[in-house]
């Protein structure tokens, strides 16, 4: 009976020792998980509140950068496009269409060329644009050839022609989609959270149709038309690289210091194509 009672403490006592283990380990456990669950929710709300608290540039004290693209030389030359396997694209262009690669204006001036401030901003905080910039798909081609937006920016694309296409945005830093958008159906809508630099968009459907989408984070940006001019307004004072980016030529940068309220003048020339397309 002694040996028995010895063996029932030594029994309970370990009994006891084991369950107080794991109910420390559990209560470790929930400790750890809770302490990552509020860290986290800190975290959250630290950068939300970082964000909210990032100044908005002074109106008084801001200055613009504008100016002109130009073409140097012959206009390449590109082949027109074989749409012979798409009757309704046959009957909408009765004359042959050309990828609209390199569009050129008057007096050389350059046109779906994107103009940005691509570093040199300070840390500010802008207003989202609520008006939606659309891609329009009209005679089976996309319009404009080369747009840009901003993030959180509302984006759709519409379809204006009497068939079906298939639009497929091809970012790198937002998820990819890729939609079937029949004749006649609503427009395909989306934002794009994160930056995008020329980003394609094709048409699973008619191969030859793409168009080039820009998201910044930032206002500060154009796209040339056919006059090849552009202006980026409201900049607050300081130093930037200014970038000029055109599909068929290497992109071009210039360093611009802009002082408060002043205006600074500068333009952009993209050499002819070595051969023709």
């Known amino acids: 009976m ?38 986290l929710a800190g975290c959250g709300k630290s950068s939300s509140e970082s964000t909210a608290s990032l100044p908005t540039v002074d109106p008084a004290t801001t200055g613009s950068i504008s100016g002109e693209v130009a073409l140097d030389g012959p206009v390449p030359v590109f ?54 910039a659309v891609l329009s798909q009209k005679n089976c081609m996309y319009e404009p050839h080369v747009m840009a937006l901003m993030t959180g920016q509302p984006f759709a694309v519409q379809n204006n022609d009497p068939t079906m296409h298939n ?44 168009a080039y989408v820009f998201v910044f984070d930032h206002p500060y940006f154009a796209v040339t038309s056919k006059d090849g001019s552009f202006a980026l307004n409201d900049l607050p004072p300081g130093t930037y690289t200014i970038e000029a980016w055109q599909e068929n030529y290497p992109a071009q940068d210039q360093t611009v210091t802009v002082g408060a309220k002043e205006a600074k003048q500068i333009s952009f020339t993209f050499g002819s194509a070595t051969s023709s397309q």
């Open 79 to 132: 082949k027109a496009i074989d749409m012979s396997q798409s009757s309704p694209c046959v009957q909408a262009n009765p004359t042959p269409v050309v990828p609209p690669v390199v569009v050129v204006g008057d007096h050389g001036a350059l046109a779906n060329v994107v103009v940005f401030v691509k570093s040199g901003l300070g840390n500010y905080r802008y207003e989202t644009p609520p008006q939606t």
């Open 2 to 39: 002694v040996v028995l009672g010895d063996y029932r403490g030594r029994f309970n006592s370990k009994l006891r020792y084991s369950l107080a283990s794991d109910m420390r380990g559990s209560v470790s456990l929930c400790v750890l998980a809770f302490s990552f669950f509020f860290a």
């Open 167 to 210: 639009v497929h945005p091809m970012p790198k830093r937002n998820r990819q989609w890729s939609n079937s958008q029949p004749a006649g159906s609503a427009p395909l809508r989306s934002v794009f959270s994160r930056p995008e630099m020329a980003m394609p968009v094709l048409c699973n459907v008619h191969p030859w149709m793409r």
